[in-house]
């Protein structure tokens, strides 16, 4: 009986592998990844899905997904595969993929928080909560979701009024000016 699977690109595991550095191909569906991930009932496809879809050459499926932004990288996927597959790397590396390739996004929330996150973390050496919150907030439209929780965690000390000095913001400022001059060079 001929097999019917019809491979739409083959070369995309190849991709991931060789720009994440783990082997995507070793993956075998077990579902340890999903069943450990804090963020999964969020993501429109579980990280076990993502991993097929890398395998089947999805590329616009996986790199239009909100699950590679919404990933946490808190890599409870990683510690948990068998397979020792690098799974919070291979949702790196599909953001920067996703990127780079400017791939329209259903909806960009994710992208969204992480461009401001790292937009505090390079003006303050590090993140600076309620001001990245308050920009996100305005770039996403959600104002007053929760709200609620703000003097919760102002009396319980998670979140400053204003940044916090850092001695490295120099230093990572310059890491992203020297980001941006590799990514020119591409």
């Given at each position: 009986?001929?097999?019917?699977?019809?491979?739409?690109?083959?070369?995309?595991?190849?991709?991931?592998?060789?720009?994440?550095?783990?082997?995507?191909?070793?993956?075998?569906?077990?579902?340890?990844?999903?069943?450990?991930?804090?963020?999964?009932?969020?993501?429109?496809?579980?990280?076990?899905?993502?991993?097929?879809?890398?395998?089947?050459?999805?590329?616009?499926?996986?790199?239009?997904?909100?699950?590679?932004?919404?990933?946490a990288s808190c890599e409870a996927c990683t510690t948990r595969c068998?397979?020792?597959?690098?799974?919070?790397?291979?949702?790196?590396?599909?953001?920067?993929?996703?990127?780079?390739?400017?791939?329209?996004?259903?909806?960009?929330?994710?992208?969204?928080?992480?461009?401001?996150?790292?937009?505090?973390?390079?003006?303050?050496?590090?993140?600076?909560?309620?001001?990245?919150?308050?920009?996100?907030?305005?770039?996403?439209?959600?104002?007053?979701?929760?709200?609620g929780k703000f003097p919760q965690m102002l009396a319980k000390g998670?979140?400053?009024?204003?940044?916090?000095?850092?001695?490295?913001?120099?230093?990572?400022?310059?890491?992203?000016?020297?980001?941006?001059?590799?990514?020119?060079?591409?």
């Amino acid at each position: 009986m001929a097999n019917t699977l019809q491979w739409k690109n083959t070369t995309l595991v190849e991709e991931v592998e060789r720009c994440s550095g783990t082997p995507v191909s070793a993956c075998f569906q077990c579902h340890k990844c999903s069943t450990g991930c804090p963020v999964g009932p969020e993501m429109d496809y579980l990280s076990s899905q993502i991993m097929r879809l890398v395998h089947l050459g999805e590329e616009e499926a996986v790199l239009g997904s909100r699950a590679i932004w919404l990933c946490a990288s808190c890599e409870a996927c990683t510690t948990r595969c068998p397979m020792d597959i690098d799974i919070a790397a291979v949702m790196d590396t599909l953001r920067i993929m996703a990127v780079e390739r400017k791939t329209a996004l259903a909806e960009s929330r994710g992208e969204k928080f992480n461009r401001t996150f790292l937009g505090s973390v390079r003006r303050h050496g590090r993140v600076f909560e309620l001001g990245m919150m308050a920009v996100y907030k305005l770039r996403s439209g959600d104002l007053f979701s929760d709200v609620g929780k703000f003097p919760q965690m102002l009396a319980k000390g998670k979140i400053g009024l204003w940044p916090k000095a850092s001695s490295d913001a120099k230093r990572v400022s310059e890491i992203f000016r020297r980001a941006e001059e590799e990514d020119k060079k591409r």
